[in-house]
C-alpha cells in the first residue's frame, strides 16, 4: 500500500501548483491527478454539485488503489471534505485549508488578513471561521475574485488583461489596509508574481502549496505511508481533454505526458 500513488485532484490546472510541491518535497511518490476539466469552474457551483463531483473522482482515485487522496481545490475542500473522508475510510485524505490555517495560527499577533478565493470558499466562510476559532487577534476580510480561475484556466498570465482583472479586485475597499492575503484557491500560485506587483512586495502573500506538501508529508511520514522505493510515475486524467490543460501538465511535469480522459 505504502508505494502506490497519491491521488489528487482539481477542477482544473490549480491543483497541478500542489501536485508539482508534492513532487518536489516528495520526489519518490507517484502521483495520479485528476483534472475535472469538465465541470470546471467549480466555484460558482452548487455545494451539492461539487460533492457530487468530489465523490465521483474519489471513488476514481480510491479504485486505482490510491494510497491517500488529496483535495487540492479549495472550494471542494471548503464543501466537500467530510464527505470524502467518510467516503475513504481508512485512506488519510487532506485538504488544502486547514495546513494554512494552523501554519498563520502559529503567530498570534494582531493582524488583519484578507482572503481572496473563489464565489464557493468565501461563501462557505470556511476560512473566516476557522481562523478566529484558532486566533481570535486576527481580522479577517473576505472577497470572492470569480474571474481569476477561468482567466488562469485560458492561460491569462502575465498580460495586459490578468493585470487589469487583479487590480480590480485588489482595489476593493474590503482588503484595504490587510497585512496578509491569504491565496485561498489553488489556480492563483499561477499569478502570485502578479499578485505580489500590486502590492508592492509589502504585504505578505500566503500562497498554500509548500505548506500543504510540507504537512503532507509530516502526516505520511507518521502513518508510515512514504514510498520505499524510487520509481515514481506521474499520470495524468482528466475528464474532458483541453489543450491548456495539456500544456501546463507539461510545464510542471514532463514534456512527453499523456492525458487520459475518462468520463465519470
Ligand atoms: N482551484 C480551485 C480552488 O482552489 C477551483 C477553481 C474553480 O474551478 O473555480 O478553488
Known sequence: ?????????????????????????????????????KHL???EKSDDAIQNFSLNISKFLLEKKCKAIVIACNSASSVAFQK???????????NVIDPVINKISE?????????????ATIQSGIYKR??????????VTSLATPLLAPMIEEGFINEE???????????????????KLILACTHYPLIQNEIK??????????DSVNIVSQSIYDELKNSK??????????????????KSFENSARFFFQENLKLEEVNI
Open 107 to 119: 503567530n498570534n499577533k494582531k493582524c488583519k488578513i484578507g482572503v481572496i478565493g473563489t464565489k
Open 225 to 242: 505511508l512514504l514510498n520505499n522505493i524510487s520509481n515514481p510515475k506521474y499520470r495524468f486524467y482528466v475528464s474532458n481533454f483541453t
Open 161 to 179: 488583461i490578468s493585470k487589469t482583472i487583479i487590480h480590480n479586485y485588489l482595489s476593493s475597499s474590503k482588503l484595504k489596509g490587510i497585512e
Open 130 to 139: 476557522k481562523i478566529l476559532e484558532k486566533s481570535p487577534r486576527y481580522s
Open 84 to 94: 470524502v473522508k467518510e467516503l475513504s475510510g481508512n485512506i488519510p485524505v487532506f
Open 41 to 43: 469552474p467549480y466555484g
Open 1 to 37: 500500500m505504502q508505494n502506490n500513488a497519491i491521488g489528487i485532484f482539481d477542477s482544473g490546472i490549480g491543483g497541478l501548483t500542489v501536485a508539482h510541491a508534492l513532487k518536489e518535497k516528495l520526489p519518490k511518490e507517484s502521483i495520479l491527478y485528476f483534472g475535472d476539466t
Open 197 to 206: 506587483f500590486f502590492y508592492n512586495n509589502n504585504i505578505d502573500v500566503i
